[in-house]
């Protein structure tokens, strides 16, 4: 199904809301995210990994799109969340997200990254290397406290994805590798410190994956290795955690979710090697992101330009660009185009589209098929709800666009749009310059 309708003007809708009206009140570019769709996601998640497997639990992987408000919608639909930062655990926090419910990841954790956590008490800490338990020790020691960890450990497995978002191969910065002895290094050097208490381990392989063979290598060496830290160090850990990765169809508007299949792949796979390794079935996550929100997300641009070179390329340019979307700079990434005011009419001029950024990779694709459009028509770009807004920047002084949450009959901002003083807002002039004494204009 895809995410939107279109009218009887050939104008695209997205639950029930006719876009010109969305833009015309919340300004142009602007995101809309579906609030059904990612609801559907989230209980997918949930009903499937319930149905197939004892015990489970889904952590919503913050990075893909995070705000208080979505917070609250993850809540509801009973996922828990990973957050990898201090600003991600303070977002949820400010949602009034349950602490216990938190997962935190990453690989360079500061002493405020994991003061924080310690210091509110969220669920797990995934630790990612040596340097990381010694702080842990320490900072627990300090605060008489004790943490629950998980071991982040590197497989050895390289899934087929873009190269920047590969991570559970063996050079990769993220995790204990598992062949090298340095996961055994890790779960030693745990043990020597009664406050912190290793509950299990984690992986993720990367990001925006399709095939499942990778998961099924991944999971038969993290059971492997499950049970040897049961048998061999004798620790009762309970727990393991596949990450995420599942990947989305950006090329095809109306690609299935592809969720039911691969979480019943996980599921299997990993009762298969619990009996292999002959273990009790540890209690899975999951932490899925892009699948969650990705298809939920559609950004609308206004053209503001065109530059038509004959015989070489029509550039389009419009009012965003790799400021609220850098994934077609940063990685290639196709996402649909469609002509959101003219849904209807025959697409047969090949457009380049180009964000307002003055550089000339801050293109947002290239060689797409749309209709003959001039500026003031909008454009919309599918399937970007997730790792856009949250990897939005400031570049060129560019406002980042509103963020709005759509349901058949309601809709309500999840970001607002930001102001002059949201950009200058952080900008300090130091004392010698209150003035300017010595004008040379
Ligand atoms: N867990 C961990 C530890 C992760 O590092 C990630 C993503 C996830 C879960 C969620 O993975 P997902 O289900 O979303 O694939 N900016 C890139 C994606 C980076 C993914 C980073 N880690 C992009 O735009 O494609």
New binding site residues.
């Given amino acids: 199904m895809p995410i939107y309708d279109v009218s009887d003007a050939g104008v695209m809708t997205l639950a029930g809301h006719d876009v010109r009206d969305l833009v015309v009140e919340y300004g142009s570019p602007l995101i809309v995210l579906v609030e059904d769709d990612i609801r559907s996601r989230c209980r997918q998640y949930r009903g499937e990994m319930a149905g197939l497997y004892p015990r489970t639990r889904v952590h919503y992987?913050g990075?893909?799109f995070l705000t208080t408000g979505f917070c609250r919608l993850i809540q509801e639909e009973g996922l828990g969340l990973?957050v990898?930062s201090w600003g991600e655990l303070e977002t949820a926090l400010a949602a009034g997200f349950p602490p216990e419910h938190i997962l935190m990841?990453g690989n360079a954790k500061t002493y405020r990254d994991l003061e924080r956590a310690l210091e509110v008490g969220v669920g797990r800490i995934?630790v990612d290397n040596l340097s990381e338990i010694e702080r842990l020790a320490e900072l627990t020691e300090r605060m008489e406290t004790t943490a629950k960890v998980m071991l982040?450990i590197a497989p050895g497995v390289k899934p087929s994805t873009?190269a920047?978002?590969q991570?559970g191969q063996i050079d990769s910065k993220?995790g204990f590798n598992l062949n090298g002895g340095d996961a055994d290094l890790a779960v030693q050097r745990v043990m020597e410190f009664p406050r912190l208490e290793l509950v299990g381990i984690?992986c993720?392989i990367?990001?925006?994956?399709f095939d499942q063979d990778p998961y099924a290598l991944a999971v038969d060496a993290m059971v492997g290795l499950y049970a040897k830290i049961q048998k061999e160090y004798g620790v009762p850990i309970d727990e393991l955690n596949m990450?995420?990765?599942?990947?989305v169809l950006y090329e095809k508007r109306y690609g299935g979710s592809g969720i039911e299949e691969h979480v019943s792949m996980l599921c299997r796979d990993v009762l298969d090697a619990a009996k292999k390794y002959d273990v009790e079935p540890p209690l899975l996550y999951h932490?899925?992101?892009?699948?969650?929100v990705a298809h939920a997300g559609v950004t609308l641009y206004t053209v503001q330009s065109l530059k038509k070179i004959e015989g070489i390329r029509n550039y389009l340019s419009v009012d965003g660009g790799m400021t609220d979307n850098p994934?077609f700079a940063?990685?290639q990434?196709k996402h649909p185009v469609v002509a959101a005011e003219h849904m209807n009419d025959k697409a047969d001029v090949v457009w380049s589209i180009s964000g307002r950024c003055c550089e000339s990779g801050d293109m947002l694709q290239r060689d797409v098929l749309l209709p003959d459009l001039k500026p003031g028509d909008l454009i919309a770009f599918l399937s970007t709800g997730?790792?856009?807004y949250s990897?939005a920047s400031h570049y060129n002084r560019v406002a980042k666009p509103a963020v709005l949450l759509v349901s058949p009959g309601r809709c309500g901002l999840l970001a607002a749009r930001d102001t002059v003083e949201d950009l200058i807002r952080l900008d300090r002039i130091p004392s010698w310059l209150e003035e300017v004494t010595d004008s040379k204009l």
């Fill in positions: 992987a990075k893909a990973d990898v990841h995934v982040r873009h920047y978002i991570t993220f984690h993720h990367g990001s925006q994956i990450g995420g990765g599942l990947g932490e899925p992101g892009r699948s969650i994934r940063l990685y990434a997730a790792y856009t990897m």
